[in-house]
Structures are given as C-alpha cells and as structure tokens.
C-alpha cells in the first residue's frame, strides 16, 4: 500500500511559513499565502509526481500564488475609507419605475382637461396666457384648472398640501425640471 502524498504536507509548514513571511513581510498575509498554497496543493496532488521534491513543489506553489497576489494587487484600487465606491452608487432603478407607475395611474385618473393643461403649463412649459390661447379658454380658467389638477394629482400620490412630489429626486433631475423651467406641483 502506497502513502497518500498528502499525509506529508504539514511536515512542510514550518518552511513554507518561514518562505511565506520572508517573500510578505507580513504574518497574517504570509499565513494566508501558506494556506492558498496548501489548499492548491491538496487539491492538485495528482500533479505532484512521487518520488520527487515535495517541499520544491510547495515552495514552487506558494511562490507562484504570491506573485499572482502580487500583480492582482497591483490593479486594485485601495479604498478604506469608501470613497471610490461611492462613486460606483447608483439608485436603483425600480424606485424610479414604480414612482412613474403611480404618478402615470395618478395622471390617467384626471380628466382630460386637467391633464391637458398639466402637459401644456407644467411638462411643456407654456405660459398661461399661451395654454389659454391654444385652449380657447380664459386665462383665469387654465390657471383654476392648473390648480385644481395639482391638488388632485396630489391627493391621488397621497401627497400633504405643499409637499414636494420630487423630494426624492436626484440633483440631475432636479437640474433638469429647474431648466425647463418646470415646478413642483
């Protein structure tokens, strides 16, 4: 019966550990590097042909996986404190989707007058006076008609009098509705 390669490996310890801090400087990342190596070492003993230098083969394995550490290091960008990952956040996309949901709901529920003038004096941007041309109605009827359908759209998004519809956009959109000269219901 033949010894299974493996019962040897901790005979290396000791050796691999002492090659490990020398190549790291470092315990705890020289005891990461001896354990990587073990690890790929038991599980590719079939590579490891009998007869020959267990302990060159390891120190081959360990000196392998710290310059493979090394250059994977070497592309990584140090970040403790968490401020390039901020920079990766992004608002997921349901919120922005599901709001849309309800606000479409919400318009679709308005009558087609209230709806017309929210599109021709809000989303559009045309003055009052234009709404009122364009509907053949009196400016003071487009502006009660305005009113009345930002209340409504409120009370169907179940928004307080005065609450601001877009509190949870972002700068971008908030930049974008303040250059189309759009407000807050």
């Known amino acids: 019966m033949t010894a299974d390669a493996r019962d040897a ?3 290396h310890l000791p050796a691999l550990r002492a090659f490990a801090i020398s190549l790291c400087g470092d315990v705890a990342t020289a ?8 690890i790929k070492a038991w599980t590719n003993i079939d590579k490891f042909q009998a007869g020959t230098n ?5 120190f081959t394995i360990l000196r392998n996986t710290f310059f493979s550490m090394k250059r994977k290091r070497k592309r990584e960008v140090a970040d403790p404190d968490g401020v390039h990952a901020a920079k990766l956040y992004e608002r997921p996309a349901h919120d922005g989707r599901l709001a849309f949901s309800d606000f479409h709901r919400a318009f679709c529920a308005l009558s087609p007058e209230h709806r017309e003038v929210l599109i021709l004096a809000g989303a559009s941007g045309f003055s009052y006076e234009d709404v009122a041309q364009m509907t053949g109605v009196a400016v003071g009827t487009v502006k009660s ?21 877009i509190s949870g956009a972002d700068a971008d959109t908030r930049a974008v509705l303040a250059a189309s000269g759009t407000q807050a219901a």
């Open 9 to 11: 490996l901790p005979d």
């Open 145 to 165: 008609r305005v009113n009345r359908a930002r209340a409504r759209l409120c009370e169907l998004l179940d928004l307080r009098p005065g609450e601001d519809p």
């Open 54 to 58: 267990m302990r060159a083969w390891l």
């Open 31 to 38: 005891d990461d590097l001896v354990q990587d190596t073990i």
